[in-house]
């Protein structure tokens, strides 16, 4: 995020105020991806947003406060996104394979965003894993409001909502962790099939990923 | 290191202290550190120890199972399973703990993971034609619902969840429903 300019500009102090904090959590978010988590230090963050030490502490407590702050908004960034590609559809299938896009497509492109978001952000502490946690458990409801009740007519076990999204998530991870973030989206169709297929049986699955 | 394993289940690993630690096993400060350069040390070693455990157990009951693939993996996830309920605060380390303590412990996680991928990899039928990543998601998944049930104090009913994560784990092969015939 660009600073603003310096000396008189008539912009109300709230503004700055607010410039200022996001440019710090886009700082902070910028330096996690480079350097992780022990080596971002409020200095650093400060560096990257262009403001000073002084400054952080009249927005965040401490590296944590600002690390729980970024969190929070990074999840509801990503959140956002999914709820916007979700809301298109009434129908189940495409509702999913749409909200599981625009995730994948989000995260690849926004690489710091995945890092903060499914790996480094958990260095933080309790806080902001307590934060992951309900993040993932969050993403359950939207893949079973509206679930078909699985091929063979049965409903599908109460647990695999929830193994599907932490799945999902894990898999994430562990592309984040070693480093392919940005190909995350290359994950897309099988994503989508493991998502699925529990649901609509593998034939149908494959159907609605090939039709996408 | 049980002590720390305890601790971590009680207070989580940032909350322990190497005090908490000499005093939990009954041992001198110096005697933890002639064996370990800190609390990162003794968190890795326990983990270390307690998955060689835990693999251990699994490949073990892998091999045990006569039969079919399936009753491998079945017999594998019901010793995991088995050891969530029996040890809960070394299956908390593990399962929750490891994965947010230190940048460490997160990359020992993922290898941990990488090896019950690898033993769902070794068993599972290879002409599935299903994604590459399939086993990945699924010991995932599982992971995941062990992390979420041991967070909630549940660890001892570890069980109780067999039916539904046998199922979860082997209806992309078989097709849903199938693996209760």
Redesign the interface.
């Given at each position: 995020m660009e600073r603003l300019p310096r000396g008189r500009h008539g912009l109300s102090p709230e503004f700055v105020a607010q410039n200022q904090r996001q440019r710090l959590i886009a700082g902070l978010t910028e330096a996690l991806y480079q350097v992780?988590?022990?080596k971002t230090t409020v200095s650093l963050i400060g560096e990257r947003a262009s403001v000073s030490k002084s400054d952080f502490y009249k927005h965040f407590e401490s590296k944590d406060d600002c690390f729980f702050a970024a969190y929070e908004e990074a999840v509801e960034r990503i959140r956002t996104e999914i709820v916007a590609a979700c809301s298109k559809h009434d129908e189940w299938s495409p509702r999913v394979r749409d909200g599981i896009v625009a995730a994948l497509t989000l995260l690849a492109c926004d690489p710091a965003l995945a890092s903060l978001s499914l790996?480094e952000g958990?260095?933080a502490?309790?806080g902001v894993?307590d934060r992951?946690?309900a993040a993932?458990?969050s993403f359950v409801p939207y893949l079973r409001r509206g679930a078909p009740a699985?091929?063979?007519g049965?409903p599908?076990?109460?647990?695999?909502d929830?193994?599907?999204?932490?799945?999902?998530?894990?898999?994430l991870g562990?592309r984040v962790?070693a480093g392919e973030a940005e190909q995350i989206d290359q994950?897309l169709?099988?994503?989508l099939?493991?998502a699925l297929?529990?649901y609509l049986?593998?034939a149908e699955a494959r159907r609605i990923i090939s039709a996408g | 290191m049980d002590a720390m394993a305890e601790l971590t289940a009680e207070q989580g690993y940032e909350a322990t202290k190497i005090a908490d630690i000499v005093r939990r096993a009954g041992v001198a400060r110096k005697t933890l550190y002639d064996n370990f350069d800190g609390k990162e040390e003794v968190f890795l070693g326990a983990f270390d120890s307690a998955v060689d455990e835990i693999a251990g157990q699994i490949e073990e009951a892998c091999k045990a199972a006569a039969g079919e693939w399936v009753d491998g993996v079945t017999a594998g996830l019901r010793a995991f399973l088995d050891y969530v309920a029996e040890k809960p605060a070394i299956a908390r380390m593990c399962l929750v703990e490891a994965m947010s303590a230190t940048p460490a412990s997160a990359t020992r996680y993922d290898a941990a993971l990488e090896r019950l991928i690898g033993l769902m990899r070794e068993r599972a039928p290879a002409d599935s034609g299903l994604p590459e990543t399939t086993e990945e998601t699924l010991v995932g998944g599982v992971a995941w619902i062990l992390h979420q049930r041991i967070r909630r104090g549940e660890s001892e009913q570890a069980l109780d969840l067999m039916p539904e994560l046998l199922d979860f784990l082997l209806s992309p092969y078989l097709g849903v429903g199938k693996q209760k015939l």
């Open positions: 992780g988590y022990q790996v958990l260095r502490g309790r894993y992951y946690q993932v458990e699985g091929p063979d049965e599908v076990p109460v647990a695999t929830e193994a599907v999204v932490g799945g999902i998530a894990s898999l562990r962790l994950l169709p099988d994503v099939e493991f297929t529990p049986g593998a | -």
